[in-house]
C-alpha cells in the first residue's frame, strides 16, 4: 500500500515532484550532463513565461539565462544565480541511491544536490510561478542564471560569463548566490567566502642509495616542509578550538596529495631515496587574510630554494579587488539591499544568523570581485550541513517554506526604487 501511495505521489505535477525530476537529471562530475536539466528549466522557464537564453563561452558548457522584465528598465536589474554541476557520489555508501531523489514516509528526499544546490534553482522558480500567479510585476529586471562547472572552481562558468559583455550588459545592482544549511532555527547568510590557493610544492635533490644517510636529498626536505605546514596548521586549528575564531576566520591547509618514489614493476623501488617529490596542498585565506605575509611564508619557510625547493599555484584566487579591498558585500547602512533582504525573511517569519564568511568557495567571487554585492543564501533551517557528504537531503517542508522566503525576497528586492537623491 505504501509503495503504490508513494507512487501516485510522484506521478502528481507539483513543486517537489519537479524538485525530485530536476536532482535526477545526472549532473555529476566528471561527466555532468548539462544538456538534460537545461531542457527541463526550458520547460519550466514556458509554462512560467520567463524569456530565456543560452551563452556558451567554453564548447560544451552552457549557461542558461531566464529573465522577467521590469517595468523600469532603467534601473539595475538583479540575479538568482544557481550552478547546474554536483560533486560525484558513492551510491553504495547511501542509505538510498544519490540519483533517485527517493522521498521517505517523513518527507525526506535523499538526493545529490538536494543542499547543493539544486533546491535553490528549482525555488527560484517556483517563487516565480507564485508570484506571477498572485499578479505581482516587477520594477527591477529578474535575471535568473544556471551555471556549469561551479564545483570545479567555476574557470569554465561563472568566472567566463562574469567577465562577459554579455554580463556587463544585465547591468546588475544585486545578486543572490547559494548559501549553506543551518542546523538551528535560524537562516545563514554569507557576504564573503574563503578564497582557495592550490598550491604544490617540489623538492629536488641527488638520488642514493637507500641504505645510507645522507642530507639534502629530494624526501628529507619535502619532509620538513611537511613538518613546517603541519605545525602552521596546527596554529590556526587551536585558534578554533578554543573558541577564538570560526573555522572560516583562520587560514586552512591540508594537504591533499604526496608523490614521490621511483616505481617499478610491482609498486616503487625500495631501496633508492628519490631525486624528486612533491605534495600538494588546500589553502583557503579569509578575506581579510594577508596575502602578501602568505606568500612570503611559503616562499621563504615552506618552499626555501636554500633547500631545493620551488612551488607553483594551480589555483591562486585574489584577496583584494580591483580598488585594492578585501572582497566582501557590505552588511551595513552602506549597503540598502541588505536591510531589505533581512526585512523580506523576516516578513515570512524566519530569522537570520549572524551573518558568515563561507568556509569553502563559490561563484560568488567572480561577481564580488566586480564591486557588485552579493549575498550566498540557501534558506534550509534545521537541517544538517550534508555538502559534498554521504545521504545528502533536504526535508520537503524546508523546501516549500524556502519557496514562500523567496517569493518574499524576489518581491522585495524587485520592488526596491533605490537611494533617493541626496537633497543638500
Ligand atoms: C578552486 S575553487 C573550488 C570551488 C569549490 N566549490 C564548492 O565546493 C570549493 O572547493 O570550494
Ligand atoms: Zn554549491
Ligand atoms: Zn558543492
Redesign the pocket.
Known sequence: LQSNSQEQQEEEDTPITRFQKYLRINTAHPNPNYTAPISFLLDQARLIGLTSRTIEFVPGKPILLLTWLGSNLNLPSILFNSHLDYVPAESEKWIHPPFSAHRTIDGLIYARGAQDDKCIGVQYLEAIKNLKSRGFSPLRTIHISYVPE??L?GFDGMMKFAASSEFKDLNLGFVMDEGQASPGDEFRVFYGERT?W?LVIRAEGIPGHGAKLYDNSAMENLMKSVELISKFRETQFDLVKAGKAANSEVISVNPVYLKAGTPSTNGFVMNMQPSEAEAGYDLRLHPMADPNLMEKRIAEEWAPSIRNMTYIFK?KGNLRDNLGRPIMTPIDDSNPWWFIFKQAVEATGGKLAKPEVLL???DSRFIRAMGIPVLGFSPMSNTPVLV?DHNEFLRDTVFMKGIEVYESVISALSSFEGVSAQVI
Open positions: 561551479e564545483e572552481g582557495p592550490h589555483v569553502s568557495t563559490t559534498h
